[in-house]
């Protein structure tokens, strides 16, 4: 087994078998819906911002290993970071599972788990719909957000 599918087992199904974050968030200040299109899954992700930084954040909702993984490893990244650096991060997740580049996993750290969903489209939509809905709810989208 290489390295990124190593990581891929450790960090995804674990992820997935023990979600962080999971549930209602009370006193959210930002929340918003996600949906994708291909499997009719729907994510919310629910964010107590204060002073210009991710305080709290919860998601729910249903979809498989690798959008329910992602949604528990992108809360744990979040937390407590400015809203500039969630942007940062989610560019960075966005370039790791669209782009073509070399794959640096020391600096993409546990995000390099989803390295592998690039070869497969439909697995794009899966890894990216808890991140989209992160951005629509830092931008305060009423409409649920797709991953199209
Ligand atoms: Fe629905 Fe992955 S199959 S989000």
């Known amino acids: 087994m290489d390295e990124l599918q190593e990581l ?6 674990e992820h997935y078998r023990n979600p962080r974050n999971y549930g209602e968030l009370p006193e959210a200040t930002h929340r918003a819906e996600g949906y994708n299109p291909l499997c009719g899954d729907r994510l919310e ?9 991710i305080e709290e954040i919860r998601f729910r909702g249903s979809g498989c290993a690798i959008s329910q993984a992602s949604a528990s490893v992108m809360t744990t990244l979040v937390r407590g970071k400015s809203l500039a650096e969630a942007e940062e991060l989610f560019e960075r997740f966005h370039e790791l599972v669209t782009g073509t580049g070399a794959v640096d996993l020391e600096q993409l750290g546990i995000l390099a788990a989803f390295a592998g969903v690039r070869e497969f489209p439909a697995r794009v939509k899966c890894a990216t719909l808890a991140w989209h809905t992160l951005r629509a709810a830092l931008q305060q989208r009423q409409e649920p957000v797709t991953t199209e």
């Open 8 to 13: 891929y087992q450790q960090i995804v199904l």
């Open 45 to 53: 992700v629910m964010l107590r911002v204060r002073e210009g930084a």
